[in-house]
């Protein structure tokens, strides 16, 4: 019973906007008299506020902007009753969708050994043409382009928006690559240090908070976002957008200038449309890199 117990309390619940990663227990240790083993509790990072309890729930107010959690009860006029409390809530209710679409960069010369070498190789501009080309063939009315600051995504940023004139983009450090958080199972090919978790993980945390949402109450039209960013920001994104435990993330995987599609509607639930597509690209141009 007590292990049972014990992964019940492991499971991760993910708290939306306010409240990221459950580290709650994982049954480990030596077993006891009875062949349970002894529970230990894994601290949350600072960052990760408070979660749900119970997996598999969906928390609808992943994003803090549920109504009735923006709505004063206690100011509620007892004379008006429920017709106030209804208009109060339709006045904090979302009417928009949003089209969220995360880009991953394109390839790019690796060993470089500063930042801002690592530009794109000739494969990875052909990528991002194919990628411009992917997005403008949908037609879709777009608002902005929101990329990493770093190398490889400000170039795959502006070989893109060559093909949607008009958007606007805007440059961010949120987006930059990073450790977001530690991978379950662990790989033996890549072990960040504790204190990258530690600083990545908060950011990238910070950049799901500020960017994945439900549209704003004032937002009356369907917005169509493009994110242009890294494949560790991406696939973080995407777990925590669908509440899935977020240390699965490493279990995605992602092809260069590949397109994934989320959307969120106005109640707040999350729907992945595609998950890195790149079957608009020929076989030889694809890369992983």
């Not at 019940?8 to 349970?36: E, H, M, T």
């Not at 959690?69 to 007892?78: A, D, E």
Request: proline share 7%; hydrophobic share 40%; charged share 25%.
């Amino acid at each position: 019973m007590a292990f049972r117990q014990a992964l019940q309390l492991a499971a991760c619940g993910l708290a939306g906007g306010s409240a990221a990663v459950l580290f709650s227990a994982v049954a480990v240790g030596k077993p006891r008299a009875g062949g349970d083993a002894e529970p230990r509790v894994v601290e949350a990072p600072a960052w990760a506020g408070t979660a749900r309890p119970g997996p598999g729930v969906w928390d609808p107010n992943w994003d803090r902007r549920e109504p009735l959690s923006l709505v004063n009860l206690r100011k509620r006029n007892l004379d008006s009753g429920e017709e106030e409390l209804a208009s109060r809530l339709d006045h904090c209710k979302a009417k928009a969708t949003r089209h969220i679409f995360l880009i991953r960069h394109s390839q790019y010369h690796m060993d470089a050994s500063l930042e801002k070498d690592r530009t794109l190789t000739p494969l990875g501009r052909e990528q991002a043409e194919l990628t411009g080309l992917r997005l403008a063939s949908l037609g879709l009315k777009f608002n902005k382009i929101v990329h990493s600051s770093m190398t490889r995504a400000i170039e795959t940023s502006d070989i893109i928006s060559k093909h949607l004139p008009g958007v606007c983009k805007v440059s961010t450090d949120l987006l930059r690559e990073g450790a977001p958080i530690e991978p379950d199972p662990p790989v033996s090919h890549w072990k960040p240090e504790a204190v990258q978790y530690y600083e990545d993980g908060a950011r990238i945390e910070a950049a799901f908070r500020n960017y994945i949402h439900r549209a704003d109450v004032k937002q009356q039209e369907d917005s169509y976002e493009i994110f242009i960013c890294h494949a560790n920001v991406i696939r973080y994104i995407v777990c925590r957008a669908l509440q899935f435990p977020p240390e699965g993330w490493l279990r995605l995987s992602l092809n260069n200038g590949s397109i994934t599609h989320l959307v969120v509607r106005p109640d707040g639930r999350v729907a992945l449309r595609t998950l890195g597509d790149t079957g608009f690209m020929p076989p030889d141009k694809i890369s992983r890199s």
